[in-house]
């Protein structure tokens, strides 16, 4: 999570909020004639959108579309391809898509892509998991691009100069271009990184079908029709209704184009993202509506509280422009020069399925196609273009519906889909969790049997955990088992210590030598140590600072000999046998002895505790222990928790 925050920390608002931007150059750039270039990426833009139009049509979007414009060259940053998409609160039209980015370097290879969010390099924070230790927020920009299908990252040199064409400082577009273009061999990101994203984008595009959800409404006839034609505007209804404002529910009070009394019962294809803010808000509607709901018990009523809802978020878009708005905006898609081009390319791509021209079913992936066009492909300026207000005015004054015929319709609707996703339990909400985490597939649940769990591995953990280099941004958790670890000199560490300390006694009163000994060879830096180096005066001082550090290190132990505090460490179970001559021993010996204390027993112990204390929620240890992979049976002790004891 240090990746994210820094990223956000660093982050230019250059876009707005939950909003995603892509850009897709033309490489090799090379000097090109403006216009000439223009022409070459608007037939790129062409063929995008129609190769890819038959997973884009139907698609329900949060908010904005998928689209592409042509940007020309400002600022060092070359003329190209330029999309914009607010998703709001439905993250999955991000993702979705970075897959179609992605898809689309694939199937233009000549084409590069770069992709980032309100939070920058979003695609990072995904696998921050697996970046590379040199790769932070701070050099992280313009390196990280889509090339042939796959996620690239722009490598800086290892040392300074040791290859020309790496750089230590972000480098800019035409940099970056231009080593793409050179040395793509070079520049994939690593399999887990690519894995990270690949992961999180899976599934697409059948994976579209599965984030939709079907639901009967009661509704007034002309939004059924309005919806017929144009499915879309299920989302600008929800969310005029999800986010109404007292201003808004004013023109609830007495509906002026949704009548009640021309209610129907249909079938509305929701996003689940949709359907669950039309669902999860309680919503009481004013008695002068004429929107009555029938009791909660009646077998109905979430098809006419849904209906309800959305016909009030269909009235707040109709009130909020003016019946007779400018004509100007009801531009004529088969008017464009695109448009003749497009609908061939779309029939090359076989996107009307084989449907008689002229055929209902054919007319109706016609419109879906034009407004397909209208908004992605022959996008107008913000000015010119139709609220979605507007947009239904304008169907309900063109469009001719029958409410007798589509009475008729309510004898064969298809069955609604089942919303128990709705509600997760609690093992649907560990697999998230540990899907989200990474992990391929979800861990088998312990077995009662494994009674002779290996606690071992608890203290070995904790212990790479503490050996890991902590800075002001963070401790870094162990990396997976099979990383190699970074070598320790441990003599040169001794060796320096005996120049400024002097030899080491024969003996000493503690027994963790050993142990301390073990310990630094998991110490894991990234810097290597010098001691070589020191100068004379430097070497005083330390001397005289561990010399004070030893004195008081001594008369805390004489301190502390005296007190209760060593029966709160459990101790080793060898000293247990002389536990019956330890009186004797302190009074042979003039004081008492200290007796060595069992670390590993004691952190699995203290560790174990405060698991027990949990009682199967989420707390401190079941959290340090599962972020370094380390998974604890349930506890099934019934009695008082019983101390585990030492092999």
Not at 87 to 116: H, S
Not at 335 to 357: H, M, Q, R, T, V
Not at 437 to 455: C, F, M, Q, T, V
């Amino acid at each position: 999570m240090g990746f994210q925050r820094r990223m956000e920390e660093n982050v230019k608002l250059a876009t707005a909020e939950d909003t995603v931007e892509y850009h897709l150059f033309l490489i090799p750039d090379e000097p090109r004639d403006p216009e000439k270039h223009k022409e070459i990426l608007q037939k790129y833009i062409e063929r995008i959108m129609t190769q890819f139009a038959p997973i884009l049509v139907p698609y329900i979007w949060q908010n904005q579309p998928f689209n592409l414009k042509y940007k020309p060259g400002k600022g060092g940053v070359p003329a190209h391809m330029f999309g914009v998409t607010k998703f709001g609160d439905n993250i999955e039209d991000e993702w979705f898509i970075v897959y179609i980015v992605k898809q689309i370097t694939k199937e233009f290879p000549e084409l590069v892509a770069r992709i980032e969010d309100n939070d920058g390099e979003f695609l990072l924070i995904e696998a921050a998991d697996f970046l590379p230790k040199w790769l932070d927020p701070d050099n992280s920009a313009n390196r990280v691009f889509f090339y042939h299908g796959e996620l690239c990252i722009i490598p800086a040199p290892k040392k300074p100069g040791a290859t020309a064409w790496s750089l230590t400082t972000p480098p800019t577009i035409p940099q970056a271009l231009n080593i793409i273009s050179t040395h793509s061999e070079k520049i994939p990101a690593s399999e887990s990184v690519r894995a990270a994203v690949n992961r999180r984008i899976r599934g697409y595009p059948e994976k579209i079908q599965a984030s939709l959800h079907r639901a009967h409404c009661f509704l007034p006839a002309g939004i059924v029709a309005v919806l017929k034609q144009r499915p879309r505007l299920v989302a600008a209804g929800v969310q005029a209704f999800y986010l109404r404002d007292p201003i808004d529910l004013r023109a609830c009070r007495v509906f002026k184009t949704f009548l009640p009394e021309t209610r129907i019962m249909t079938s509305v294809t929701f996003t689940k993202c949709l359907y669950a803010q039309l669902t999860q808000q309680r919503f009481v509607p004013d008695r002068r509506s004429g929107y009555r709901l029938p009791p909660p018990s009646h077998p109905q009523y979430r098809a006419h509280e849904l209906g309800m809802k959305l016909a009030h978020g269909f009235e707040i878009l109709c009130s909020r422009c003016s019946p007779h708005f400018s004509d100007s905006k009801k531009s004529h898609v088969t008017a464009s020069p695109l448009w003749a081009g497009f609908l061939d390319s779309l029939k090359k791509n076989d996107y009307f399925k084989g449907l008689i021209e002229g055929s209902a079913q054919y007319q109706e992936r016609l419109e879906m196609a034009k407004n397909y066009f209208q908004l992605s492909v022959n996008r107008p300026e913000s000015s010119l273009a139709m609220s979605p207000g507007e947009e239904i005015l304008t169907l309900l004054q063109t469009l001719p519906f029958d409410i007798e015929e589509l009475k008729k319709e309510e004898a064969n609707l298809p069955p609604e889909d089942d919303d128990q996703w709705l509600d997760l339990s609690p093992d649907q909400l560990d697999q998230l969790l540990q899907e989200a985490a990474g992990r391929k597939e979800p861990e088998p649940p312990i077995s009662k049997k494994e009674e002779n769990y290996d606690l071992t591995q608890v203290s070995k953990s904790m212990k790479a955990f503490i050996s890991k280099v902590s800075t002001h941004e963070g401790a870094e958790l162990p990396r997976e088992p099979s990383e190699a670890p970074i070598t320790f000199d441990a003599d040169s560490f001794l060796n320096y210590f005996d120049k400024i300390l002097g030899p080491r006694p024969p003996e000493s009163d503690s027994d963790d030598l050993d142990e301390d000994e073990d310990d630094f060879e998991c110490l894991d830096s990234d810097e290597e140590l010098d001691f070589e180096t020191q100068e004379p005066g430097e070497e005083s001082s330390v001397k005289g600072a561990l010399n004070d550090l030893k004195s008081y290190m001594a008369q805390m132990d004489q301190e502390l000999a005296h007190t209760s505090i060593s029966k709160s460490f459990t101790t080793r179970k060898q000293m247990e046998s002389t536990g019956k001559n330890s009186d004797e021993e302190e009074n042979g010996a003039g004081g008492p002895v200290m007796t060595l204390v069992d670390v590993d027993l004691n952190l699995v112990s203290n560790i174990l505790e405060s698991y027990s204390s949990q009682a199967g929620l989420a707390g401190p240890a079941s959290n340090l222990l599962q972020s370094m992979g380390v998974r604890l049976p349930d506890n099934t002790d019934r009695g008082p928790a019983s101390e585990p004891t030492g092999d």
